[in-house]
T-cell receptor
């Protein structure tokens, strides 16, 4: 049981480049979410999904897209990277709303 | 709107007791969580309260007052390994898990 996995662990992008952060879970969780964490800002919700085919915006969705075609996978796409998107990104999953969330190890992204 | 507030940092001595407070405001509420996060690592779950009262789990306890919009995390018999950031979070009525900015706890010998 791998839990929540994220790839890559580290990434450097140039302004304007696009990329996809991968997230997968093997716990059959319905609820998945993406957070970014910046110094002094805590964890801020980007997008979340309550099940395959269903996604919704969080607190800071601009500049990011998500899709949920399977229960297991929840990729996060940066369409045109900006320096303001330099952050640590965490993916999390849970059985549902109101349940404990399990976090992946994080992706440290730098945009120059 | 919704808001969640906790102190930015705290310092305590090894072997002592420390209480980390969290206040929240939300139009809907579906439970309050505490997570621990060591530097460079992912958050890990500590406790969950959905009703008024105290939940005890070993050296850690968490308290919730629904009427006051207030929670605290109590850490007893502090150890050096308890130095970490402690995050409180609540699920709002829309199903989003909203986090506070975290309290950085430093445990000194």
């Amino acid at each position: 049981n791998a839990g929540v996995t994220q790839t890559p662990k580290f990434q450097v992008l140039k302004t304007g480049q696009s990329m996809t952060l991968q997230c997968a879970q093997d716990m059959n969780h319905e609820y998945m979410s993406w957070y970014r964490q910046d110094p002094g800002m805590g964890l801020r919700l980007i997008h979340y999904s309550v099940g395959a085919g269903i996604t919704d915006q969080g607190e800071v969705p601009n500049g990011y897209n998500v899709s949920r075609s399977t229960t297991e996978d929840f990729p996060l796409r940066l369409l045109s990277a900006a320096p303001s998107q330099t952050s640590v990104y965490f993916c999390a999953s849970s059985y549902g709303t109101g349940s404990e969330q399990y976090f992946g190890p994080g992706t440290r992204l730098t945009v120059t | 709107g919704q808001n969640i507030d906790q102190p930015t940092e705290m310092t305590a001595t090894e072997g002592a007791i420390v209480q980390i407070n969290c206040t929240y405001q939300t139009s809907g509420f579906n439970g309050l969580f505490w997570y621990q996060q060591h530097a460079g690592e992912a958050p890990t779950f500590l406790s969950y309260n959905v009703l008024d009262g105290l939940e005890e789990k070993g050296r850690f306890s968490s308290f919730l007052s629904l009427s006051k919009g207030y929670s605290y995390l109590l850490l007893k018999e502090l150890q050096m390994k308890d130095s970490a950031s402690y995050l409180c979070a609540f699920y709002n009525q829309g199903g989003k898990l909203i986090f506070g900015q975290g309290t950085e706890l430093s445990v000194k010998p």
